[in-house]
């Protein structure tokens, strides 16, 4: 008799999918396992978030799975939309692969020009790789775009040094430069 394809004979019960707050503690602890990198630990819990109920985690920990068995086997991840190119960018961003990081939101912006969380993860990019003008300027778009990135910003550890740093400054904190 053929086996279920994931390990368990046909006489094991499934585990239960996790609810809402495990699955984003397995994807949490996911992705510290991948960050160091390793990758079979880090598949089999982004598989355990993947079943959960919040879609958007599921559809990343999908997502980061098949990363980590592309990585398994050597191979650079296919990414077929601008939300994998994201996905892979922010991984990225983690290993602090600033260049490869950017390339990948530069395909997913191109795929998806009006996508606010782009810019705003160029910008921290910009801002790790010194180059604070740049940041401002994709911080200011994604202010454009969805002005509660503004608050985001602010309240992102990520920015707390950088955001204190012109141009960004003035961009982040506009009330300070006010005259009265």
Known sequence: MAGRGDGRSPEQPAEPAPDAAEQARCFEQGVRL??????????????RAACGPALEIAHAARQRARMCE?????REPA?????????????????RRWEQAEAHLQKALAENPAGDHLYYAL?????WRGDFPGAAQ????????????LIAARNDPDF?????????????????????
């Open 34 to 47: 991948f960050q160091a990198r390793d990758f079979a630990a880090a598949r089999q819990i982004f598989q």
């Open 70 to 74: 592309q990585r398994l086997a050597g």
């Open 79 to 95: 990414l077929a939309s601008a939300e994998d190119h994201y996905n892979y960018a922010v991984l990225l961003l983690n290993e």
């Open 123 to 127: 910008a921290l990019c910009r801002c």
């Open 138 to 149: 994709y911080m200011r778009r994604a202010i454009e775009l969805q002005p509660s990135n």
């Open 160 to 180: 707390a040094w950088f955001a204190q740093q012109p141009p960004l400054a003035e961009i982040l904190n506009p009330e300070r430069n006010r005259t009265p």
